[in-house]
């Protein structure tokens, strides 16, 4: 059975303070890892998929990172408008279309 | 309209009532997918559609009944609901995941249910 841990539950930084979220993964045969954001009372906006281990992609002040067992999101200088919770996702091999998610990280950025 | 929409955005419903949420897709895609997402839990799988087929249930109760009639339009039809069934219900589409690959869903905003 597929399985998505994130950590931290919850993020405090001041405003142009870097810092990483976690997404740790077991899964048959990954066939891609998700990076979405969500604000509150709203869906999920896509933000990347990490297709193997090695491989990572920007956006802005976001840029996301693969290995076999985990999944960074690495926030570089967040600004308020950066906070929401950020949901990380995985589809194994065996799974037609399910993706399994973790719990989230909530992540808040003082002025 | 772009993206996927959902109707309503919020539901208010007595465990005797029946009720439909509506999902509309407008990407092109061939898949729809029903999630449950509850305070403190992570999103849920309900069902998986692809070409207007139930290829997925995620051990749904059967007081949860989706519809597919085409590839852009899913609904969810609800009857004899529980309180503990109160959450957010969201839609999304992908093409099919029979493709191959990663496969990116896209997700609707959402319907709130509150179950009295």
């Known amino acids: 059975e597929d399985q998505v841990t994130q950590s931290p539950e919850a993020l405090r930084l001041q405003e142009g303070e870097s810092s990483s979220l976690n997404c740790s993964y077991t899964v048959s045969g990954l066939r891609g890892l998700f990076w979405y954001r969500q604000d509150p009372g709203k869906g999920p906006e896509f933000l990347f998929t990490l297709y193997s281990a090695g491989e990572e992609k920007e956006k802005e002040r976001l840029k996301a990172t693969l290995t076999k067992k985990e999944s960074f999101l690495h926030i570089t200088a967040p600004k308020p408008e950066d906070s929401a919770t950020y949901l990380c996702?995985?589809?194994?091999?065996?799974?037609?279309?399910?993706?399994?998610f973790g719990q989230g990280t909530i992540l808040t950025v003082h002025p | 309209e772009t993206g996927v929409t959902q109707t309503p955005r919020h539901l208010v419903m007595g465990m005797t009532n029946k009720k439909s949420l509506k999902c509309e897709q407008h990407l092109g895609h061939n898949a729809m997918y029903w999630y449950k997402q509850s305070a403190k839990k992570p999103l849920e799988l309900m069902f998986v559609y692809s070409l207007e087929e139930r290829v997925e249930n995620n051990s749904v109760p059967s007081r949860f009944s989706p519809e597919c009639p085409n590839s852009s339009h899913l609904f969810l039809h609800l009857h004899t609901l529980q309180p503990e069934d109160s959450a957010l219900y969201l839609c999304?589409?992908?093409?099919?995941?029979?493709?191959?690959?990663?496969?990116?869903?896209?997700f609707g905003p959402g319907t709130r249910l509150t179950v009295l």
């Open positions: 999304a589409s992908s093409q099919d995941p029979a493709s191959g690959g990663a496969v990116t869903q896209y």
């Open positions: 996702a995985v589809r194994g091999g065996t799974s037609y279309g399910k993706l399994t």
